[in-house]
């Protein structure tokens, strides 16, 4: 059962990175493809309607942890304290950003929103990926399997490349959204960026690995064939993009995207928050899991909510997709 | 600063900030619904209110979201013991929350406001009576969770010292959680019967959008009466036996009660002073308390030198706190009874006072419902789980008090510059009115 919880959590947390990580990733190329201030309102109400459901992945997500894994959930969000803050301290600015901004006509209004939309997208994807990095590299856990981690160790040099690849990644993402979700001059910039973008993804996919080899070894196991599936969608992603073929590209980019996450689940399991060596371990599934009455109706009453929600999910949202026309 | 008084500084300044805006969700949701619904139905007026307080609810409701983020993750920040040991319980409903109420919520407000044009008139009049429902889950759920963290039923302890969860469903069925949450929802309807009579009379006053001020009066005042009753009777009174009950400490330090007595007078007023044990100056109402705590006039009521000194809550707040709550209580469903009185007689209008009355009475709800989780929460002090866990034993044990105190800055910083970009933007939807602001959501 406690794989089963190992499942549900991970399937959340990639639904949250698929869903939100597209409207983080629209925050954080709009300087590069909207140039005016319609556009840039553009490109934020492509991701009006959705971005607070999509953000609520995360929430559901930290909620299952909660009540599936108490340890874990409390022994990460307590040592990674101030990086946790800071996150919370920028989802709150990018909620405003985007929830604020058209409530007042005036020009240097929207400018300031539209910077502090940019700017803090950009440093989550950037945080999310050095969390991230941090969680493969492993955690300096305490003997009661608590620990502190300072910022300057949390920003080790394995760490923070993850981090620059989650933001190159996240920004192909939301590219293609856009792509699919409005048209204009934007758009078409939008368009343009999507095969320059995917030459630095690969790129740092390349490196990524290569470090992650020289982290963690190769196992040989069934783990090691993930990456030919994330190399697959990333070449499906050029081509359908090259032969604007959107929404085709847009799912691409999701299996590529999602593709990482498994790899990166499959790579800790069985633990929840691995140990720095030396000390081995790590906070496993098992170990974090309460009793299996607890486990049990947890799971249920929550893979009965995320069925109902993905069912009038995509009953209902699908109706407000269709063609934004940015102009400006 | 100690690391406990650090850690519950800035869990009662961001909660107590939140919540101002969900009072204001659960109590307009209904509100938006309805007039969502008259104004797919062709009433031209009520399509004029829905688009009003759709965007007073939307600005309200993004400062809400936003502030709502940090609480659920305080909780593994800075209350780790306390989640380790507890999570397998009230994990359940927090999980539950995001689930089945935020999804809910959150999308069918994304389908309210953008979806104009887009999807089927129903869809929208749907999405209104959903966000709705998903608003008060949200409240249920969380109430939920502090009740068991009051009143722990459906666990048990294991060698090791964790709360296991033996039921959910009487987690989630106690009574004592659902008077407690009917409590809660009747002062946000209170609350959200208020903002509409106060804005109505607001217009009323200054002879604006004369048709719908006045229906929003009426339908204002007619909430604020009947839910103003109902946050008294039944659901404050079942409140009070429950914790007369359960936390009997904690009415002593609510009523100012130092010493155990026989015949036990209600202090109305007094300056309770827990130095010296005393009630300074008080007015009472002779044998009220025993009768109001046991339906006895000569029961005997413990007072605080019944309990040892370390489990005394601080008395102070909780006795002020709840005299603010069922002062202001007793204030605004005067207020609310005599403009119900007025409205039947037809010469409601005819009353300035009166609609002053309701205009200036718009925050009373609002510093009840504040004032009353103050009596809550901090009259259940040492306890995080009552009973159980004592809250110096919750906090994280890596987290220190500087790290504490510097998100607490950070915090309350930023808090300001919401609470004032909040004022300013509904302020300026309520100087704009009704009219105009329809006018630019058709445009």
Not at chain 1, 156 to 178: E, K, Q, R, S
């Amino acid at each position: 059962m406690s794989v089963i919880a190992f499942i549900l959590i991970g399937f959340m947390l990639t639904m949250y990175v698929l869903l939100d990580g597209y409207d983080l990733g629209v925050g954080a190329i709009t300087p590069l493809v909207a140039r005016t201030g319609g556009e840039r309102e553009g490109s934020m109400r492509s991701i009006g309607p959705f971005w607070n459901g999509n953000e609520v992945w995360l929430i559901a997500a930290g909620g299952a942890l909660f009540a599936l894994f108490p340890k874990a959930y409390a022994s990460s969000f307590s040592g990674f304290y101030l990086a946790f803050i800071i996150v919370l301290w920028l989802l709150m600015f990018r909620g405003v950003a985007m929830e604020l901004r058209a409530h007042f006509p005036s020009e240097l209004w929207h400018q300031f929103w539209d910077a502090c939309f940019f700017g803090s997208s950009l440093l989550l994807i950037l945080l999310y990926g050095v969390a991230l990095g941090n969680l493969l590299h492993g955690v300096p856990l305490g003997p009661q399997g608590y620990f502190s981690g300072d910022l300057a160790e949390l920003l080790n040099p394995y760490a923070v490349m993850v981090g620059i690849f989650a933001v190159a990644t996240l920004m192909l993402h939301g590219t293609t959204f856009l792509v699919m979700r409005t048209q204009g001059p934007a758009a078409e910039r939008a368009r343009r960026l999507v095969p320059r973008l995917w030459r630095v993804v690969l790129v740092l996919y390349v490196a990524v690995s290569a470090a992650t080899i020289f982290e963690r070894g190769i196992g040989l196991t069934w783990i090691d064939l993930i990456p030919l599936l994330s190399i697959a969608a990333l070449a499906w992603l050029l081509f359908a993009a090259l032969g604007k073929r959107e929404y085709a590209a847009f799912g691409a980019s999701s299996l590529f995207v999602a593709s990482l996450l498994l790899q990166a689940a499959a790579t800790i399991y069985p633990y929840l928050l691995p140990a720095l060596p030396p000390r081995p371990g790590g906070i496993s599934i098992f170990d974090a899991a309460p009793s299996p009455v607890a486990l049990m109706s947890a799971l249920v009453v929550t893979i009965v909510g995320v069925i109902a929600v993905l069912i009038y999910g995509t009953l209902v949202l699908p109706q407000m997709a269709g063609k934004l026309s940015v102009e400006d | 600063m100690d690391v406990v008084i650090a850690d519950r500084l800035q869990f009662a300044f961001t909660i107590m900030f939140h919540y101002l805006f969900p009072i204001t969700t659960m109590g307009l949701a209904p509100f938006v619904a309805l007039y969502t619904i008259e104004g797919i139905r062709g009433d031209a007026d009520a399509a004029k209110a829905a688009a009003f307080w759709t965007k007073i609810f939307a600005i309200n409701f993004a400062i809400g979201v936003v502030t709502g983020i940090p609480m659920e993750f305080q909780f593994g920040t800075n209350w780790a013991a306390f989640s380790a040991a507890s999570g397998a319980v009230i994990g359940q409903p927090l999980a539950m929350e995001g689930v089945y109420a935020f999804f809910l919520e959150s999308i069918f407000l994304g389908v309210l406001l953008y979806g104009k044009g887009r999807v089927a008139p129903q869809l929208l009049g749907a999405s209104a009576v959903l966000v709705w429902l998903g608003s008060w889950l949200s409240g249920f759920f969380i109430v939920a969770t502090d009740a068991w963290m009051q009143h722990p039923v459906g666990y048990a302890i294991t060698p090791s010292g964790v709360i296991e969860l033996t039921s959910l469903a009487a987690v989630l069925l106690s009574p004592f959680a659902w008077w407690q949450f009917l409590h809660v929802l009747c002062g946000a309807l209170v609350a959200g019967g208020f903002v509409v009579a106060g804005i109505g009379a607001y217009y009323v006053l200054s002879k604006r959008e004369l048709a719908l001020a006045r229906r929003f009066v009426d339908a204002g005042v007619i909430v604020a009466f009947i839910f103003s009753i109902l946050v008294i009777f039944p659901t404050g009174d079942r409140n009070g036996d429950d914790v007369t009950k359960y936390q009997p400490i904690k009415l002593a330090a609510m009523e100012g009660l130092f010493r155990s007595t026989k015949d036990a007078p209600l202090a109305i007023i007094g300056m309770p002073d827990s130095h010296d044990h005393d009630l300074i100056d008080p007015i009472y109402v002779p044998d009220i308390l025993s009768f109001l705590a046991y339906g006895n006039f000569n029961a005997n009521v413990k007072g605080l030198n019944a309990y040892a000194d370390t489990l005394e809550p601080p008395v102070e707040l909780t006795y002020y706190a709840y005299h603010v709550m069922v002062g202001l209580g007793t204030i605004f469903a005067a207020i609310a009874m005599l403009a119900a009185f007025y409205l039947w007689r037809k010469r409601l209008f005819e009353e300035p006072a009166l609609l002053w009355a309701l205009m200036l009475g718009m925050p009373f709800p609002y510093i009840a419902s504040e004032a009353g989780w103050i009596v809550t929460e901090v009259g259940r002090q040492p306890w995080i789980i009552y009973g159980l866990m004592r809250t110096s034993a919750g906090v994280s044990p890596t987290v220190a008090s500087g790290e504490a105190i510097f998100t607490l800055i950070g915090f309350a910083g930023m808090y300001f510059l919401l609470g004032v970009l909040f004022l300013y933007l509904v302020l300026r939807e309520i100087a704009l009115g009704p009219s105009a602001v329809a006018e630019h959501a058709a445009a």
